[in-house]
């Protein structure tokens, strides 16, 4: 069976991947210098004993490996721990997070695609002219950008235009579910504009160069000399091709957008999960920054091995 | 992390000659590629701002010069930031440290990188196995979120942050090096010194190093774009060092004290504009050095030209 080893296989090292960071973040936290209890128990008269109960309380007195299980243990049952800043359970502040960024980032990364390939079909299609000098320059340059930068830049020339801060409008009362969803997507312009921009560089170079491959092969070659029209050719023999490595390409920077999210929902205060690690670094709440690196992690993970069984599904050359 | 995704380890296994006459070689592609030139002009340019940077400043950086945000004028012509410190003077010392960080992260980079994948790809058999697995989580594991955490626990510093950038980055290092050193390793030259009875620490450095040296360099001068980049990331997140100026700082005190609501846009762009210009520059030379050492991605439809300052996975070898 080739498809169920293969999938037991990417399946294995995904869980083992998303172990490692579980593990990681465990002992990441336990080198800090001090602990919950010594910020704690840092009250006037503070007692050996009051330290003691803090750390029975915790479960700080019990050796690193039993709390190692114990984390373990709680966290199987989804608990991450309670936020500093808040006092809501960690998981429950991420879920929120997490819903508010999967549409904006989303909505960028489609626009990321949708012109990433455009101007790399382009590109590769008039190899070597001027169209594909500025095109393959910009998109270099557009990938150089700082995202950050970028998204200040777009702020300063756009924010009179457009919503610049947060995800709606406050003082909007009583909105109708239409009059919300306009203005949530208002909101959601410029940072799935600013996510679009950044991304769509990295595509292009993608594309063009999974376009160049394709167009120097023999079938290609074939549908040439056949008379085919050179749309044809290129959007039916090429392009069809070319989208194998690079769909894999972009469902693993899927993955990876999470990094985007948190530069640019830091600029725009978009309410996301980018936002929870940025608050959560400015106030040094541990549980949030913990709890956001596994859901991070763990999305990121969760996109590889998407991408593995989509490659698997539409090559069927592999074999392992 | 890979830095070009698209050369998968067959493909670096597959060319790379040191060209005859290997002293010059570097020379030999400056020689040849206009790219490359570009490149090296870029870089060269400002690496010499930053080494001279103590006497060509024309102010202080800690030195009002004039009103909070003063516009561009003659005397200052890059304006003033939020504290009357003129912009020119921190982006020349903001470049000294941006560089100084970004080579020492590559540099421990390519050690930790390069160190791995030569005992790795030399050695085989279990050791292999088991590093390029811990490689491998590394890969997927996303960079900046666990930037975060290492700089958050770790407290912020320079030493600290070259050394948390130095951790994201040697995983792709890392695998193209063992590729390459896996397939030195089969040549005649190197089991005939075998053979002579030379010591392992001898080929290596000897036979093996020399060999691959040039990929080395072309992949650091990518590892340094890279490195700036983080850097202004993290830096842009408050994980810098507060007390040291650059360029990521320079964007972080410019939206932190609302450059964008005094319309300060040249407190902001000139800044980003350094961090595109090095990344480009050094991605231009990187290539260049690349496709010299590896006609074979020169060949057209070949010729792969993506990069990637976003992490994207390099594939295991195995499931392409």
Known sequence: MRSADYVIKRAGFAIATIFVAITLNFFLFRVLPGSAVSSMARVPHATAALRHSLEVQFGLDKPKWQQYVIYLQQLSHGNMGVSFSNQQPVWSNLRTALGNTIPMAALGTALAIFIGTLTGVLSAWRRGTKLDQVSTNAAIAFYAFPTQWLALVLLIYLSGILPSHGMQNDFLVNPTWWEHLKDVMLHMTLPSLTFALTLYGEYTLIVRSAMLETLGEDYVLTARAKGLPQRTIVIRHALRNAMLPTTTLMALSLGYIVAGAILIETVYSWPGIGNAVYEAVQQRDYPMLQGAFLVLTMSVVVFNFVADLLYFKLDPRITE | ?320
């Not at chain 2, 080579?103 to 088991?130: E, H, K, P, S």
């Not at chain 2, 408050?238 to 319309?263: H, K, M, N, Q, V």
């Open chain 2, 1 to 320: 992390m890979a830095i070009r995704p698209d050369i998968t380890e067959e493909r670096a296994a597959a060319a790379l000659e040191v060209p005859r006459g290997r002293r010059n070689w570097f020379w030999q592609v400056i020689a040849e590629s206009r790219q490359a030139k570009i490149g090296l002009g870029v870089l060269g340019f400002f690496i010499l701002i930053a080494v001279l940077a103590p006497w060509i400043k024309p102010y202080g950086i800690h030195q009002q010069v004039g009103p909070v945000y003063g516009p561009p004028s003659l005397k200052h012509p890059l304006g003033l930031d939020d504290g009357g410190i003129d912009m020119v003077s921190l982006l020349i010392q903001g470049g000294r440290i941006s560089l100084v960080v970004g080579f020492a992260a590559t540099f421990v980079a390519m050690i930790i990188g390069g160190g791995i994948g030569i005992v790795a790809g030399y050695f085989g058999g279990w050791l292999d196995v088991v590093l390029m697995r811990i490689t491998d989580y590394f890969l997927v594991i996303p960079d900046l979120p666990l930037a975060i955490i290492v700089a958050a626990v770790w407290g912020a510093s320079l030493t600290h942050l070259i050394f948390v950038i130095a951790l994201l980055l040697w995983t792709t290092t890392a695998r193209i090096i063992r590729a390459q050193v896996k397939s030195v390793r089969e040549r005649v030259y190197v089991k005939r010194a075998r053979s002579i009875g030379l010591s392992d620490a001898r080929i290596i450095f000897r036979h093996v190093l020399p060999q691959i040296g040039p990929l080395l360099i072309a992949n650091t001068v990518l590892t340094v774009a890279i490195a700036i980049f983080d850097e202004t990331a993290l830096s842009f997140l408050g994980l810098g060092d507060p007390s040291a100026t650059t360029w990521g700082s320079i964007i972080e005190f410019a939206f932190l004290r609302t450059a964008i609501s005094s319309g300060a846009w040249w407190a902001i762009i000139p800044a980003g504009l350094c961090v595109a210009l090095v990344i480009m520059g050094c991605y231009w030379l990187g290539q260049s050095i690349e496709d010299a050492l590896n006609p074979r991605l020169k060949v057209s439809y070949l010729s792969p030209r993506t990069f990637h300052i976003r992490p994207l996975a390099i594939r295991e070898s195995g499931s392409r």
